[in-house]
């Protein structure tokens, strides 16, 4: 919620404003103009979330509000009250290790630089929730929002595949082919 | 890259919502905020006042009934979309909104709002333009509903007075003996499109609406025109413009192209629902 403004140290008006992220309560004093992805990185240190063209063109900024994609640098702190927000730090299982999309971005050499990896895991965390079993064109259309400049949308789209896979409970097998290829659904010949 | 200082508010009600309109100077209504947040940042407007209507209650309401489908100003795109009464009611509505921008954005920007912000690049302007339909707005004066040709007077501007928000929007549904059609192109899937054509057809008239063309979404009646020739009538009444995504003269070749493809889709679309 907000609480009536204040004024801050600069003379601009301030908010209070409960944010809940990851599943935790986060009380911040921030400006109106305060975007949600700086809320994120400078006031929460949530660094995981990437600014950058920071006009909601590249997706790198991708977080999940109520479980539904959204642009972090589209929205801003003091509206994003509640909600629960999920940051690409709360892909992860309980015990610490990749959730099935960070998985396949592992096993598929899904990223390069890993600038544009946080939104596009977000991205594709919540596309799979909708649609979990994507034809080849539909894990195309899943990432078309979100630009990588290492250019390596080939494994992204097979890495959104696997991980597909992954979330039905199918695991990698030690077949050739490159790891898409070796990706098997759980019963399947392994 | 970060927006001027403003005064935000976030009111519970449409009344609290139209007083700090009414009372607030140069105040800017937001709803899902994908148009205005860019604008804000790049700076390119700098309202002293956002009035965030996101909490106002009751604004989050969509119906599809035989009349039409009705939209509520905080109902998402995502929402519209996925709505089998809408595509059911006016097919015309979901073939377009499949088109506006990634499903990231529609999951935040809202219907209504596309419609007036009035950009004459965005599909919702012309898809309710083409089918005539309307927008309900409260103001300090009362209520009123705007019909969609009274609605854009120029680019990135309605017809809204400054203490007006737009609550809802109207589209008629699809009678039975008519038919719609929507095509568009972009330099890339999901991009503004250099030109984007409604359409629909029914026993006595053909209307075709246009984006990205002229600098307000802009209809014209081709009614007894054959397809093939559409687009060339057509061009009597547009300006196409030249930019760095397509010259003037390419988005005129568009025009032609688009509108004899979306008029037979059209026509093809009303055979299908059984009209003669």
Not at chain 2, 120 to 146: D, F, K, N, S
Request: hydrophobic fraction near 40%.
């Amino acid at each position: 919620m907000t609480v009536s403004a204040q004024t801050g140290e600069t003379g601009e008006a301030v908010h209070d404003v409960r944010l809940r992220v990851n599943g935790v309560v986060h009380d911040l004093r921030v400006p109106a103009r305060r975007l949600l992805s700086d809320a994120l990185r400078h006031d929460l240190g949530l660094t995981g979330t990437h600014v950058g063209c920071e006009h909601g063109v590249c997706g790198a900024c991708t977080v999940l509000v109520d479980g539904r994609s959204a642009r972090a640098c589209l929205m801003f702190a003091v509206a994003a009250v509640e909600v629960d927000i999920t940051t690409v730090e709360g892909l992860t299982r309980p015990d610490g290790s990749l959730g099935p999309v960070q998985q396949a971005f592992s096993e598929c050499h899904g990223l390069q630089c890993g600038f544009c990896t946080p939104g596009f895991l977000t991205t594709i965390t919540a596309g799979l929730e909708e649609n979990p079993d994507p034809t080849h064109e539909e894990a195309r259309d899943m990432i078309g929002g979100n630009l990588c400049r290492c250019t390596g949308y080939q494994n992204i789209v097979a890495a959104v595949e696997c991980a597909a896979v992954l979330r039905r409970g199918g695991s990698r097998g030690p077949g050739p082919g490159g790891p898409h290829a070796s990706i098997t659904e759980a019963g399947g010949p392994s | 890259m970060k927006p001027a200082p403003f005064a935000y508010h976030r009111p519970r009600t449409l009344d609290e919502a139209v007083a700090l309109l009414g009372s607030e100077p140069d105040a800017k209504v937001m709803a899902g905020g994908q148009s205005l947040v860019p604008l804000l940042t790049m700076r390119l407007a700098a309202p002293a006042t956002i009035v965030d209507i996101s909490a106002v209650e009751g604004l989050d309401t969509l119906t599809a009934d035989d009349g039409g489908v009705r939209i509520g100003a905080m109902v998402r795109h995502a929402d519209v979309l996925a709505s089998p009464d809408v595509r059911r009611v006016q097919p015309l509505v979901t073939a377009a909104l499949s088109h506006v921008a990634h499903p990231t954005i529609r999951n935040r920007g809202t219907t209504v709002g596309s419609i007036v912000h009035a950009d004459a690049a965005a599909e919702m302007p012309v898809v309710l333009a083409v089918l005539g339909g309307t927008v309900e707005v409260v103001g300090g004066a009362g209520r009123r509903t705007i019909a969609a040709a009274d609605l854009f007077v120029g680019p990135l501007e309605s017809s809204l007075a400054p203490d007006e928000v737009a609550t809802s929007a109207w589209f008629p549904a699809l009678a039975d003996d008519a038919g719609v059609g929507f095509a568009e192109l972009a330099r890339r899937h999901g991009d503004y499109a250099m030109v984007g054509v409604a359409a629909h057809v029914d026993a006595s008239s053909a209307r075709v609406g246009y984006l990205s063309v002229n600098d307000v979404p802009t209809v014209v009646d081709v009614t007894g025109v054959d397809a093939a020739d559409a687009g060339e009538a057509a061009l009597a009444h547009l300006e196409p413009g030249g930019d760095v995504h397509a010259s003037a003269a390419y988005r005129a070749q568009l025009v032609r192209v688009l509108t004899a493809r979306v008029l037979r889709e059209a026509h093809e679309d009303r055979q299908g629902r059984g009209a003669a």
